[in-house]
């Protein structure tokens, strides 16, 4: 299984899985703007969670690392606020995960993601964020080898959640429910709000499911009905503060 990448209407990347049959899979982003939906639906998040919660660390859950996104431009936010890096990703394929650190710890040899689109991507959030981005690839290295950052395989309803444990910022991004129908159950979604989120928190998606709105009203969170980004409907907002 392969990758294709695109660019998108903002210039920034994304990519679809070559599946078996030779037909692609979903785009792991809008083809209105990968970047610009990041910084809507994640990058908000980011911001909230530093305006309302105390903490010097915030703790950021990535589902999934795709191309790194998410944790480019959770870690951009953490440098400009002067905080620790922080957080855990999952991600179903391991070759996404060797190619991200081969960019990031400056391997020689590139993986199935030609380094361009890590350095793209570097460029994109550190401007977003008014930081060097020398400095953002620096910090964020040094977060995945000291463990700061974890990098996980899949997650499956069978996951233990140790490691992610009191996140403040939340990511889900777990592909369609036609794709991952086992992370979009009201008993998969019961557990995990149970068991990953900081009693003060942010979870933000593009989705807006009636099983996670009745899920997170459960746990004790508050709503906010988004509009999606670009072409989507409705994306989910939801704070517990």
């Not at 692609?24 to 969670?49: K, P, Q």
Request: glycine share 4%; proline share 3%; net charge negative.
């Amino acid at each position: 299984m392969g990758l294709n990448f695109y660019r998108t209407d903002d210039t920034s990347w994304t990519a679809r899985h070559v599946l078996d049959d030779a037909e692609e899979g979903e785009s792991m982003h809008s083809l209105r703007g990968a970047f610009s939906e990041t910084v809507y639906i994640y990058g908000d998040a980011n911001l909230w969670a530093r305006q309302h919660i105390s903490s010097s660390e915030i703790k950021v859950f990535s589902l999934g690392l795709g191309l790194g996104y998410v944790e480019i431009l959770s870690a951009a936010y953490a440098l400009a606020a002067q905080s620790p890096i922080s957080g855990v990703s999952f991600e179903a394929d391991a070759e996404l995960i060797h190619a991200f650190q081969a960019w990031l710890l400056a391997n020689s040899k590139p993986g199935v993601v030609p380094f361009e689109i890590y350095e793209d991507i570097l460029q994109r959030a550190a401007q977003q964020a008014s930081v060097e981005p020398v400095r953002l690839r620096q910090e964020l290295a040094s977060a995945l080898l000291s463990k700061a950052w974890i990098l996980n395989a899949a997650l499956t309803p069978d996951s233990s959640f140790v490691e992610a444990r009191a996140c403040h910022v939340i990511a889900f991004d777990a592909f369609s429910r036609k794709t991952t129908p086992e992370l979009w159950t009201r008993e998969f979604l019961d557990r995990f709000l149970s068991e990953v989120p900081a009693s003060k928190c942010v979870l933000s998606t593009y989705a807006c499911t009636g099983d996670l709105k009745r899920a997170l009203l459960h746990a004790g969170f508050n709503l906010q009905i988004r509009p999606g980004f670009a072409a989507k409907r409705d994306s989910t907002f939801a704070t517990r503060a």
